[in-house]
């Protein structure tokens, strides 16, 4: 799987990533929640961050002044990628963080509407897959609508601010049946909560399809085209302003010692 891997800026931690970061990161340094998304055109609708909260995550020394919060497993594969400055074999890794510590910390989001959104729980973020950080698109993603839709439902049970998950959702990219597929198919398939994995999986499918084979952007540089013909474009530009990288997934195959 070939990612795009966005850097989210740290622009103020929550007070327990605050505690647990004091003293390991060097002044003038920047960290970057760095999620993989395999649909760069949608993020001008980004409205948040998710993280697992029982995740553990590494803060890892990109470079001089870089600093990703990323899972080890997505380390060791950056590192050997050659994405970071030097060639690290182990990832230089300035600290531990879990994900509860980081929710309500604020990040830059590239390209979306809101500019800066807050990183919030979500259960179902797995360890195994990109790099345990999750962008979150509600307009266009069936369990981020279900997932952000439930935040703002139980705020409290998941010690949240209300508001962080209330951000509004724009319409970016226009299909036959919707502007806001994801939201549309998340009530047509009567999902009630993150936990219908079964039906966000069908819709989840259900929109790579229609969003990428019919669908238009709505907005942005490239408002009009269609998605199939805009995504690289916006990843290109993503790329090329410093704010993204190309991330890919090793396949998850079973090698044969046997030979
Ligand atoms: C933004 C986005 C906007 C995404 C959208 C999807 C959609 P997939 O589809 O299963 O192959 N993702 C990335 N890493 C993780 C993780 N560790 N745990 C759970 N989810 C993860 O996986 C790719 C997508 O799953 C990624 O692309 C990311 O969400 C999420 F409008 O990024 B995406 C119809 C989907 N729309």
């Avoid at 553990?56 to 919060?69: N, P, R």
């Avoid at 979150?136 to 049970?157: C, H, N, R, Y």
């Avoid at 009530?187 to 039906?199: F, G, V, Y």
Wanted: charged share 25%.
């Amino acid at each position: 799987q070939e990612y795009t891997a966005l850097k989210l800026k740290v622009v103020e931690w929550a007070p327990k990533a605050a505690e647990a970061l004091k003293g390991k990161i060097p002044e003038g340094a920047s960290v970057y929640l760095v999620p993989a998304t395999l649909r760069p055109e949608t993020m001008y609708g980004q409205t948040c961050c998710f993280v697992g909260p029982a995740l553990k995550y590494g803060v890892f020394k990109a470079s001089e002044k870089e600093y990703f919060v990323i899972t080890e497993r997505a380390a060791k594969n950056m590192a050997f990628q050659g994405i970071f400055e030097k060639d690290f074999t182990i990832p230089d890794k300035a600290a531990d963080i879990v994900g509860s510590d980081m929710i309500g910390t604020l990040v830059d989001a590239p390209l979306s509407f809101h500019g800066q959104v807050r990183v919030l729980p979500m259960d179902t973020v797995l360890a195994t897959k990109g790099t345990g950080v999750v962008t979150s698109v509600p307009s266009d993603s069936p369990d981020d609508f279900a997932m952000v839709t439930e935040l703002a439902k139980k705020a409290d049970f998941y010690g949240i601010k209300k508001e962080w998950a209330e951000l509004e959702i724009v319409p970016i990219i226009q299909t036959p049946t919707s502007d806001l597929l994801a939201p549309y198919l998340v009530k047509k398939l009567k999902i009630a909560s993150p936990k219908d994995a079964k039906q966000l999986l069908e819709a989840k499918e259900l929109a790579y399809k229609e969003g990428f084979y019919q669908g238009v952007m709505k907005v942005g540089d490239f408002a009009g085209e269609k998605v199939e013909i805009a995504k690289p474009k916006v990843r290109e530009q993503l790329l090329k302003a410093g704010q993204a990288f190309a991330y890919s997934e090793p396949e998850n195959k079973v090698v044969s010692r046997s030979g």
